[in-house]
């Protein structure tokens, strides 16, 4: 079946730090990749999404790259912010050649950012 | 434009109990998916719904149950609660079906078993 992998955490970082967040899948089929962002007592928030192979997804200063040949979706930044504090989860949707969802969405365990003024 | 609402935000069960949690979907959205999240924990899928039929369900025991209505509003309902039922319930939505849209979530229902 599908599955997620994200690098351990917590990380912890100072303001205007570079982010890099680790994120690895196994799927068959053309999955969708997606990064989601929850803030403390609330849901998730797409962040950004890519849907085949080397495609970019950005969004707030955030970008990751499709990278099928690696099964990864690493997430970086070149500046955090202390804003930009939260657990960030990586997610895999798996879908056909011609496109049509599967529906579900797998995600990885998370990783807490925390970023100091 | 209002977002994908839950209710209640927090609710306090004892075990044996039954509980449902409500969902209204984005609007324009007419697909809702159900997801437990842990403490700690990734979200994990429950089932979705759409065209009020059950499209794809988790790895979940068939106490976990739901339904949609006409109005794409969803319930998520969970009889015989055990302890290990305690966690977030968050809904998500989107649109058309077995489109490639992403999913929008709402705030979640902490639920929380004694």
């Known amino acids: 079946g599908n599955s997620v992998t994200q690098m351990e955490g917590p990380v912890t970082l100072s303001e205007e730090a570079f982010l890099t967040i680790n994120c690895t899948y196994t799927?068959?089929?053309?999955?969708?990749l997606f990064w989601y962002v929850q803030y403390p007592g609330e849901g998730l928030q797409l962040l950004l999404k890519?849907?085949?192979?080397?495609d970019k997804g950005s969004n707030k200063g955030f970008e990751a790259t499709y990278r099928k040949e690696t099964t990864s979706f690493h997430l970086e930044k070149g500046s955090v912010q202390v804003s930009d504090s939260a657990v960030y989860f990586c997610?895999?949707?798996?879908?056909?050649?011609?496109?049509?969802?599967?529906?579900?969405?797998?995600f990885g365990q998370g990783t807490i950012l925390t970023v100091h003024p | 434009d209002a977002g994908v609402t839950q209710s209640p935000t927090h609710l306090i069960k004892t075990r044996g109990q039954q509980v449902t949690l409500r969902c209204s979907p984005k609007?324009?959205?007419?697909?809702v998916s159900w997801y437990q999240q842990a403490l700690g924990q990734g979200p994990q899928f429950i089932f979705q719904?759409?065209?009020?039929?059950?499209?794809q369900r988790g790895n979940f025991p068939d106490r976990f149950s739901g339904h949609q209505f006409p109005n794409y509003s969803s319930e998520l309902n969970v009889n015989a609660l055990l302890l290990g039922d305690s966690a977030l319930y968050l809904c998500?939505?989107?649109?058309?079906?077995?489109?490639?849209?992403?999913?929008?979530f709402g705030d979640g229902t902490r639920l929380s078993i004694l």
């Open positions: 997610a895999l949707r798996g879908t056909n050649a011609g496109g049509t969802s599967y529906g579900k969405l797998t």
């Open positions: 799927a068959t089929g053309y999955p969708s």
């Open positions: 609007s324009g959205h007419d697909t």
């Open positions: 719904y759409y065209e009020e039929e059950e499209r």
């Open positions: 998500a939505s989107s649109s058309g079906g077995y489109s490639n849209q992403p999913q929008h």
């Open positions: 890519a849907t085949k192979a080397d």
